[in-house]
Structures are given as C-alpha cells and as structure tokens.
T-cell receptor, first 113, second 113 residues
C-alpha cells in the first residue's frame, strides 16, 4: 500500500511568484485535503477535493486554488506569493466516508523571500 | 465554528513516567470525532488515537489513552511508560460533518532520559 507522497519537499520562491505543489493520494482514497502549517502553529484547513471538485474551503483567499485529477492526485496552486505564505503545506487523503481517518504526507516546506 | 484549544505549549516527562496532555474544544454538533496526532521532526502527521463522540468508552491504543468528557468538551491524552521516541509535537484535532480537521496549537513533548 503506497502512502501519501508530496513533492517537492522544499522550495524557495520570491514574493509575487506562483507555485504548484503536488500530492499523490494513498491507494483507494478518493478525497484529498490541503493544510497550511505556519511555524509553531497547528495546521489550518485550506480546501478539500472529492471526485475532482472542491467541496469545502477554509478562510484562504482565491489566489489559493487546487485541482484533483481522475487518479485522485492533487495540486495546490498559490499565485502572487506573499511572505506570510511561507509555511509547511500538508496534504492528506482519505476515503469519502465520515469515519475514514486522514493519512498525511510529509509536507512541502515553502519559503517565500 | 469549531475551535480546539491546547493550553500547554510545552510539557516534559521522565522516561518511563506518565504524562497527560490537555485539550478542550467547542462545537454545537452532537456527532463528531476527536483525534490526537503526533508530529515528529520528520513533519508527517501520525494518528495516535481517535475517539468517536457518541461512544462513552474512552479510546485506548497500547500506551496511549484518552479521557473524553463530552459535557465538559475536554479530551486529554495520557501517555504511559513514556519512551524517547514519544518526543514530538502533539496536536489535538476535531472533525465534524464538514470532514475538515480543526487543529489546536500543539504541545511540544520532551522526554528526559
């Protein structure tokens, strides 16, 4: 059973640039969610995708967008990067059922300079 | 909106001793899940234990157990026979019908040999 994998592990971008983060969900999982974890904080929910459609969103601006593909992998795109976007971005996958636990990847550490 | 509060930013315990991490939450939902996640320096969120709100019996996983007080909206984690590998950030999290996880701020646990 393949777990949740995220790429890249680290990257550095300049303010104003755009970035794409990628996530491969665990085998058998059809729901993917993304979280932003600032240094020393708990993760904050960005959004969730189910069957290629966004079906839940946290308090993040529209410059945070995503995609889910037919194989249930997902991308997180952030436009017009700001310094405060520097954080660990975590992807989690699960089955659709209410009681299905979330399985997390190792995250992507984004630094905006 | 649901909130999760962890009032202990840091805790330390001697190896082989017992430690309890505190968590309180606020919600108007009657059915939900509560979780404790462990985040070591590897960054991956690892599920430690979960509790279903409609179950009165406290969950137990080997050396980890919870004290779930639904009326008080309290959900503490007890770690018995602490081991060096237990050192990590611990996050309490809530999951309701929206299926997103709401995390607390975390407690950094140090194990003293």
């Amino acid at each position: 059973e393949t777990g949740v994998t995220q790429s890249p592990t680290h990257l550095i971008k300049t303010r104003g640039q755009q970035v794409t983060l990628r996530c491969s969900s665990q085998s058998g999982h059809n729901t993917v969610s993304w979280y932003q974890q600032a240094l020393g904080q708990g993760p904050q929910f960005i959004f969730q995708y189910y069957r290629e459609e966004e079906n839940g969103r946290g308090n993040f601006p529209p410059r945070f967008s995503g995609l889910q593909f037919p194989n249930y992998s997902s991308e997180l795109n952030v436009n017009a990067l700001e310094l405060d976007d520097s954080a660990l971005y975590l992807c989690a996958s699960s089955a659709r059922s209410y009681n299905s636990p979330l399985h997390f990847g190792n995250g992507t550490r984004l630094t905006v300079t | 909106a649901q909130t999760v509060t962890q009032s202990q930013p840091e805790m330390s315990v001697q190896e082989a001793e017992t430690v309890t991490l505190s968590c309180t939450y606020d919600t108007s939902e009657s059915d939900y899940y509560l979780f404790w996640y462990k985040q070591p320096p590897s960054r991956q969120m690892i599920l430690v234990i979960r509790q279903e709100a409609y179950k009165q019996q406290n969950a137990t996983e080997n050396r980890f157990s919870v004290n779930f007080q639904k009326a008080a909206k309290s959900f503490s984690l007890k770690i018995s026979d602490s081991q060096l590998g237990d050192a990590a950030m611990y996050f309490c999290a809530y999951r309701g019908w929206a299926q997103k996880l709401v995390f607390g701020q975390g407690t950094r646990l140090t194990i003293n040999p």
